[in-house]
């Protein structure tokens, strides 16, 4: 082992992680916030208006951990090695297993336990601070994650991780540690490919990298409050929670391999999950079944509304 950021990455790949690459914090990301305030301005954020908040957090990462020097970014794959039959009402493949908040936030706690007891005294390393976040911060992941040299960002705004897809969380630890690193961003490889574009059911891709979340059926059917506008609701499809079509559609996810992390399994009564019993669900099944998963972000409710609106379309 020859230095800090190769040691990281291994112990990172011990831990489960797909992916893992460092970025210095070396300037504020205003390029990143004038694309965000611009999104912001059309309205695409829809009701997220959490989006709005923090801007300055979000331009420069000190604000999270004072005296940031260094993110730490990783990607965990969540491709499902059991998946739904396609006839049956489709659950957006990163909600099958366990809340990935949870089990990726205690892995990223892992790896930084890791460094300070391990490499620290193996490398002499200076007494550190951390925070870890998994989508629960604000920070330009994607971004970091790019920085990091982990993939790209693709024209459906996901990141992709070359010859692995686009089937990943991210998460970061934002550091006081100087960590020296030879990641370098990684250039654009979707070429002329616009599949994910075409894919959109209702054309809330309205340009590579520009999602209008007001008509984004994933949106919709999760952070949505309230009915599901009449136009998108005739556009679900079988679609009982998130979508996944500009995803499926891309190329590179013909090279997703099953996850092997134990916590992101479905269980055999979440895969032969059927209408008849989401049209006898009970708010006691809703807590059974879907006990510890990130579908409880709509809400026994919204999933309801999801169902219902789904068979009024099929």
């Not at 024209?155 to 897809?165: A, D, Q, T, V, Y």
């Not at 006898?280 to 079944?289: G, K, N, P, S, V």
């Given at each position: 082992?020859?230095?800090?950021?190769?040691?990281?990455?291994?112990?990172?790949?011990?831990?489960?992680?797909?992916?893992?690459?460092?970025?210095?914090?070396?300037?504020?990301?205003?390029?990143?916030?004038?694309?965000?305030?611009?999104?912001?301005?059309?309205?695409?954020?829809?009701?997220?208006?959490?989006?709005?908040?923090?801007?300055?957090?979000?331009?420069?990462?000190?604000?999270?951990?004072?005296?940031?020097r260094?993110i730490?970014s990783?990607?965990?794959?969540?491709?499902?090695?059991s998946?739904?039959?396609?006839?049956?009402?489709?659950?957006?493949?990163?909600?099958?297993?366990?809340?990935?908040?949870?089990?990726?936030?205690?892995?990223?706690?892992?790896?930084?336990?890791?460094?300070?007891?391990?490499?620290?005294?193996?490398?002499?390393?200076?007494?550190?601070?951390?925070?870890?976040?998994?989508?629960?911060?604000?920070?330009?992941?994607?971004?970091?994650?790019?920085?990091?040299?982990?993939?790209?960002?693709g024209?459906?705004?996901?990141?992709?991780?070359?010859?692995?897809?686009s089937?990943f969380?991210?998460?970061?630890?934002?550091?006081?540690?100087?960590?020296?690193?030879?990641?370098?961003?990684?250039?654009?490889?979707?070429?002329?490919c616009?599949?994910?574009?075409?894919?959109?059911?209702?054309?809330?891709?309205?340009?590579?990298?520009?999602?209008n979340?007001?008509?984004?059926?994933?949106?919709?059917?999760?952070?949505?409050?309230?009915?599901?506008p009449?136009?998108?609701?005739?556009?679900?499809?079988?679609?009982?929670?998130?979508?996944?079509?500009?995803?499926?559609?891309?190329?590179?996810?013909?090279f997703?391999?099953?996850?092997?992390?134990?916590?992101?399994?479905?269980?055999?009564?979440?895969?032969?999950?059927?209408?008849?019993t989401?049209h006898?669900?009970?708010?006691?099944?809703?807590?059974?079944?879907f006990?510890?998963?990130?579908?409880?972000?709509?809400?026994?409710?919204?999933?309801?509304?999801?169902?219902k609106?789904?068979v009024?379309?099929?």
């Open positions: 082992m020859t230095n800090v950021a190769q040691w990281i990455k291994q112990k990172a790949e011990e831990l489960g992680f797909s992916a893992c690459g460092i970025a210095s914090i070396d300037k504020p990301l205003d390029d990143e916030c004038q694309h965000l305030d611009d999104w912001l301005e059309k309205g695409y954020h829809a009701g997220m208006t959490y989006m709005a908040n923090h801007r300055e957090i979000r331009r420069d990462p000190q604000g999270l951990v004072d005296g940031a260094s730490i990783v990607a965990i794959n969540y491709y499902p090695a998946r739904r039959d396609p006839a049956l009402p489709h659950i957006a493949y990163y909600a099958y297993g366990k809340d990935y908040h949870d089990v990726v936030r205690e892995k990223l706690r892992q790896l930084w336990t890791a460094i300070q007891t391990e490499a620290t005294p193996l490398f002499q390393l200076p007494k550190a601070e951390a925070r870890v976040f998994t989508d629960s911060a604000p920070l330009f992941e994607r971004y970091w994650a790019w920085r990091s040299g982990l993939g790209w960002i024209k459906n705004s996901c990141l992709i991780l070359p010859g692995k897809g089937f969380f991210l998460g970061e630890i934002v550091t006081t540690l100087s960590i020296e690193s030879e990641d370098r961003p990684m250039p654009d490889r979707c070429g002329t616009d599949r994910c574009l075409r894919a959109c059911p209702t054309g809330a891709l309205e340009a590579p990298r520009h999602l979340a007001n008509h984004c059926l994933s949106y919709l059917t999760i952070e949505h409050k309230g009915e599901i009449h136009q998108e609701a005739t556009l679900l499809g079988n679609r009982l929670y998130g979508c996944d079509s500009c995803q499926l559609a891309c190329p590179w996810n013909r997703a391999s099953p996850t092997n992390i134990p916590e992101f399994h479905p269980s055999s009564e979440f895969l032969s999950l059927d209408e008849e989401l006898h669900l009970t708010l006691e099944d809703y807590r059974r079944i006990k510890g998963s990130a579908i409880k972000r709509a809400k026994y409710e919204g999933l309801i509304r999801n169902f609106a789904m009024n379309n099929i």
